[in-house]
């Protein structure tokens, strides 16, 4: 459905951009902080944190950032291929920009494919496609189903602050509902709309962002922070670590030791 050709991150006040129209390249960038420009067809573009921007191939842009205004990006390249008809937002035209209630997600996996792709593991390609199929599919539903309204993104909200305050210990449906006051199933099915994640997605997602943290910054051993973060079973802890992060949490610990 797709070839995946690479991933770049932009970062800074300095970046500029050309592309003509001679490349069947296909572009997906996601702002992860800041603002910067884009001009496509003669139109001006401005994207903030938290918006995505398709651009097909055979389409000439260019983009610049906004003079003393810091922004990060993940800039991902790729070719449609057979079957990516069934993505209608592939066959936008000319450009489509949206904000989405699925960015955390899509940074998430942004910044997975771009750690493997600049670390050069094995398979990175690989993954990458696999990573950006998923983003490309999910963007594709949500736009089906329409932009969640301003309460529901609010519910949303509310119940990712309570997770963020008691990611450590076990959460439930049942305590995410009584947090916005709706039914443990209304809140599940609004939780995933909204992010594209289920509630344990999204619990283990914290998670592994406070164990990178541990196992990079604090003295503790993966056995401490695995009990920490509320993972009784160190096996099963390293299962969920390197599943999302293609990488063990020994690996990351070296940076520790190490201080790269």
Known sequence: MLVFHGIRRDRGTDWFEEKDAA?????????????????????????????????????AYYGKS????????YVLSFAAAPGAEKLPLLRQRPWLKCRT?????????CKTIWTEWT?????ADVRGQALLTEMLALWNREWDQGPAGAELQLQAERMKSYIQ????????????????????????????????????????????????YMLQ?????????????????????????????????????KERATGK
Not at 101 to 109: C, F, I, K, P, Y
């Open 23 to 59: 490349a069947d390249v296909s572009t997906l960038v996601i702002v992860s902080y800041g603002k910067c420009l884009y001009w496509i067809d003669h139109q001006k573009v401005l994207l903030e944190k938290g918006d995505l921007l398709f651009i097909p191939g055979h389409t």
């Open 66 to 73: 906004i003079p003393t205004v810091f922004h990060e990006k």
């Open 101 to 109: 209630g699925l960015s955390d997600l899509m940074l998430e996996r």
């Open 119 to 123: 670390d050069g593991a094995p398979y």
């Open 165 to 212: 305050a008691n990611y450590r210990n076990r959460l439930t449906k049942e305590e995410l509902g009584a947090c916005i006051g709706r039914s443990p199933n209304y809140a599940a099915k609004l939780f995933r709309r909204v992010t594209g994640q289920t509630i344990g997605e999204y619990v283990h997602a914290v998670r592994m962002k406070a164990a990178i």
């Open 217 to 253: 910054e604090s003295m503790l051993t993966i056995g401490e922070i695995s009990e920490l973060l509320g993972y009784r079973d160190a096996s099963y802890f390293h299962r969920i670590f390197k599943r999302t992060t293609g990488a063990t949490p020994a690996e990351f610990m």
